[in-house]
């Protein structure tokens, strides 16, 4: 399985004025922590792993571990409501939730330039979700259903980042944060994947489309 | 007659004992398959082999879809091909049901062919839309058969490098005679909306040549899922 970053900028009417496609290379350590705890639900357990603010956190090998990896992230700012827990026989609609925001898991993107390790725990530098100096908005990530054509399979995810903070910023680093559960009630991020990218200025007003293709061959 | 000449290679490199083997490229995302036939009675290795995982198939990538948009098997059902070559709706989220909603699980006992790692003895090659192994081999210990152990696991690791976790399992021969496994496969166990445990194919090997089984020795099968930075 292949993965390739593209990141595209387009102006504030849309129109696209930069574009860069290159493999993606860091798929990380706490990917596999993740996967491993569904491998082997109810069964596998874990030492902590750190979060992406490098808190260890020991990981629900049951329940609410069934959410590992959800990765499709509401816009920046919004809590989510798709991060369910699954145990709560009494609530069925399942509407607790760790309440992480958007911009905490999904495709982020940062300022920091070292290059990616499969220890890495956090992007070097998040770029913060919001209009002030520094920041951009974060849209929603998307996904999109795989696509097949033997010997070949596809997916994508997606996210747009929007410059209104008045000012030029560039993106060194993209990655994926992914959720995963303490508790029934406590979720954490972690990163599962991170990549660096050569610098990508972005003017004020200017949009960054991130994209992530994942590809297999047989 | 002149004495033989004993040197020694300057270049030569120590190799980590932490080093990850795998002949992944950078920025891959794979598996190693690594095979070995051995005597449970005297240790003896008679076969091993690592290669390449060549084939994760359509339903992998399916499942790892419904993981990342966390599907409901009810509501936004994922419709993915069973062993059976029946489509289920799948997805991790199915209502009040308590430690009902994996959709990844290796982790068979001991006897149970279902899933986890599972052999054949089919050699056609393998293509994206494979769901189910050519011609399995049964567990028992009749004609043809092979005993399936219990999958285990190693844990997540890495080096510098490299990314991995394992998944082991060992087929015994006691059917008396010795059986060729030429295909290779991981099956995982996924709940649907009925809800009912269904099974599907993640991964899907051929083995050029095929392993022989002899009787009263031991095929061990790990595959190490892997990402190289």
Redesign the interface.
């Known amino acids: 399985m292949k993965t390739y970053l593209t990141l595209r900028k387009r102006n504030k009417n849309g129109l696209i004025i930069f574009e860069k496609t290159q493999p993606s290379r860091s798929w990380t350590l706490h990917f596999f922590h993740l996967w491993y705890i569904l491998l082997g639900f109810n069964s596998n357990t874990l030492a902590a792993i750190n979060d992406i603010n490098g808190a260890p956190k020991a990981l629900d090998t049951a329940d609410s571990g069934l959410a590992n990896l959800s990765v499709r992230s509401n816009p920046g700012g919004q809590l989510s409501p798709e991060l369910k827990t699954f145990a709560d026989t009494a609530n069925p609609n399942f509407t607790r939730s760790p309440y992480l925001r958007g911009e905490d898991f999904g495709i982020v993107i940062g300022t920091d330039n070292t290059a990616a390790a499969p220890d890495d725990d956090a992007l070097g530098v998040q770029i913060a979700h919001g209009e002030a100096a520094t920041q951009m908005l974060y849209g929603g990530t998307e996904i999109f259903e795989p696509v097949f054509a033997n010997p070949n399979g596809t997916m994508v995810l997606r996210r747009y980042f929007t410059n209104e903070s008045g000012g030029g910023i560039t993106v060194e680093e993209c990655g994926i944060y992914a959720p995963a559960y303490i508790s029934l009630a406590t979720g954490s991020s972690f990163c599962i994947c991170r990549d660096v990218t050569g610098g990508v200025a972005v003017a004020d007003t200017e949009i960054l489309e991130v994209t992530y293709t994942v590809q297999i061959t047989v | 007659m002149q004495p033989a000449k004993i040197g020694s290679n300057q270049n030569l490199k120590t190799i980590p004992k932490t080093k990850i083997h795998t002949v992944l490229e ?5 598996a190693m398959l690594d095979l070995k036939v051995w005597n449970p009675k005297t240790g003896d290795i008679s076969f091993d082999k690592s290669m390449k995982s ?5 339903q ?3 499942l ?2 419904a ?4 599907a409901s098997a009810v509501d936004d059902p ?1 419709s993915i091909r069973d062993t059976g070559n029946t489509l289920r709706n799948v997805g ?16 068979a006992g001991a006897g149970v062919a279902t899933y986890g790692i599972a052999v054949g003895t089919g050699n056609t090659a ?5 769901y189910v192994l050519e011609t399995p081999i049964a567990h028992g210990v009749g004609a043809g058969q092979l005993q399936y152990s219990a999958v285990t ?1 190693g ?11 394992t ?1 082991t399992r060992n087929f015994a021969n006691g059917s008396g005679g010795a059986i060729t496994v030429n295909e290779v496969v991981l099956y ?1 166990r996924a709940v649907d909306d009925v809800p009912a445990a269904r099974y599907f194919m993640l991964i899907r090997d051929v083995i050029a040549g095929g392993v022989a089984v002899p009787n009263g020795q031991t095929l061990t099968v790990n595959y190490r ?1 892997q ?3």
């Open positions: 950078e920025g891959e995302f794979g060549e084939s994760y198939v359509q992998f990538m399916q790892l879809y993981q990342f948009v966390l994922v991790p989220v199915v209502y009040g049901l308590a430690n009902a909603g994996f959709i990844f699980d290796v982790l393998p293509v994206i839309t494979n696991f844990a997540p690791s890495a080096d510098a490098t490299t990314s991995q976790l998944i995982c899922p990402a190289v930075i």
